[in-house]
């Protein structure tokens, strides 16, 4: 991928993938009229990429305005095609593409863009290429989560929220989204999970729950629904509790189509000429490169966190640790040691961790703007974990 260099050029410009490569830029003729426009009415102001990052994420977070998002869109192509990289070399097994990976790190643009605070993050660009491989992280969890849900458990998890705005996608009529919104509510009302298996595998009613779902949607409705209907049925509940699914399921996890397509020579944008793709390897090394600077940086600042954090704990506490990672003991062969309870030395091992933890975790919210997820959360812990034992093993 060749680098873009002009600000005219990284603020109007897309990836166009061919055989799951990159093949070229394109322009977007309004965007491009756009930023040079800006550029020509604005000479005194810094001609750097950031500050038009920050100029254009401000003007969308106050109008919602569609033309800062799509600058901002260009913006983050080679955050969004870099992170489709990673994730097709993490996940070599997926069924999906590059091209795959990068519509929906490209479909993710919004989440970015409220998740992003430059008072805590300066750089919107520094931002997006942690916070893009996690969304991807997370949306291949909840794809497969989806995946083996059947409908009953998918119609019990999603909010109402989520279900009235999925309908409200397909263009359904108002009256008829409101026959579907009082089937659901009844149907989540009556249908109590008590199974031991979990959630996912929730399975179909059965022919009581139907009945006892059906009359209590007949005696809701003459005062639920702002227009008369008639009584209804099993099967026609049924039916649109089942097409209700679909609507969410697509919704929440909308399908992937493949950005391999032929552009129309109408539809606003040209090529970019490019050099010999053969210099893509060179890119890429100098991307690793950066990329490998950057992590060295963050990997220092860590050290950092969980070295004060770890001289922040009590003298008792830091000996247990000592013994526990630098000498290998067990718990048991600690309490023997300290002449401390078994539950003291588990608690102040377990206080320990979460001291460290929560340290980093403030660091990360603070310095990289990340938005922590449960499964950040696990793997931070494990890191830590892996951190604590390299460290106490350098004094071994």
Known sequence: MRPRQEITE????????????????????????????????????????NFWALHWHKRWRSQSNRLARMHLSAYLQEPNYWAAKKTIAKFTNSQYSLADYFQMANAEIETILKNFNPEKCSSLKAYATIAIPSRLKDILRQRKEADICTNWALLRKVSKKQFLEALDKTGLSPSVIAQYRLAWTCFKELYVQNQPGGTKALPEPDHQLWEAIVNLYNRECQSQLTQPTPQCTREKIEQWLTQAAIYVRTYLFPPVSSLNLVRSEDDGRTTLDLPDPSSDSLIAEMIAQEDAQNKQNQQSQIQDILLKALQNLEAKTQEILKLYYQQGLTQPQIVQRLQMSQPTVSRRLLKARESMLKALIEWSQDTLNISVTSNLVNDMSTALEEWLKVKYGEFS
Do not use: A, G, Y
């Not at 490569?21 to 550029?39: G, H, P, T």
């Open 10 to 49: 990284m603020f109007s410009t897309f990836v166009e993938l061919e055989k799951d490569r990159f093949s070229k830029w394109l322009i977007d003729i309004k965007l491009r009229r756009s930023i040079q426009n800006c550029l020509e009415s604005s000479p005194f102001v810094p001609n750097s990429e």
